[in-house]
């Protein structure tokens, strides 16, 4: 069992920058296979990027590479999404979620766990 919260969100100008946290808990935490999703309001809910157990693979949406960055210190429990230059379109609800495979996965469906959510938003 996993059970994930997530905090960093908050309000943020165009072209700024914010940081998420997605904090763990669990014992198996490194074997997991962790995501990040957001959902805007009117839409459906989208990958953003993952990051394998291993470190070794990372995947992120088209819409936010070169700006966001994930990561995760299997140490503390604890996944990270970096996000720069923020954009207007990035105003959602983030949530982080788990899945207990080694493979990265861009549908949310194939994760099993999943955090609250903490909304961005973004301004001009």
């Known amino acids: 069992q996993v059970q994930l919260v997530e905090s960093g969100g908050g309000l943020a100008q165009a072209g700024g920058s914010l940081r998420l946290s997605c904090a763990a808990s669990?014992?198996?935490?490194?074997?997991?296979?962790m995501g990040w999703f957001r959902q805007a309001p009117g839409k459906e809910r989208e990958f953003v990027a993952a990051?394998?157990?291993?470190?070794?693979?990372?995947y992120y949406a088209d819409s936010v590479k070169g700006r966001f960055t994930i990561s995760r210190d299997n140490a503390k429990n604890t996944m990270y999404l970096r996000m720069n230059s923020l954009q207007l379109e990035d105003t959602a609800v983030y949530y982080c979620?788990?899945?207990?495979?080694?493979?990265?996965?861009?549908?949310?469906?194939?994760?099993?766990?999943w955090g609250q959510g903490t909304q961005v938003t973004v301004s001009s």
């Open positions: 990051i394998s157990w291993s470190i070794g693979s990372i």
């Open positions: 979620a788990a899945r207990n495979s080694i493979l990265i996965s861009t549908t949310d469906s194939s994760y099993d766990y």
């Open positions: 669990g014992r198996t935490f490194s074997r997991y296979t």
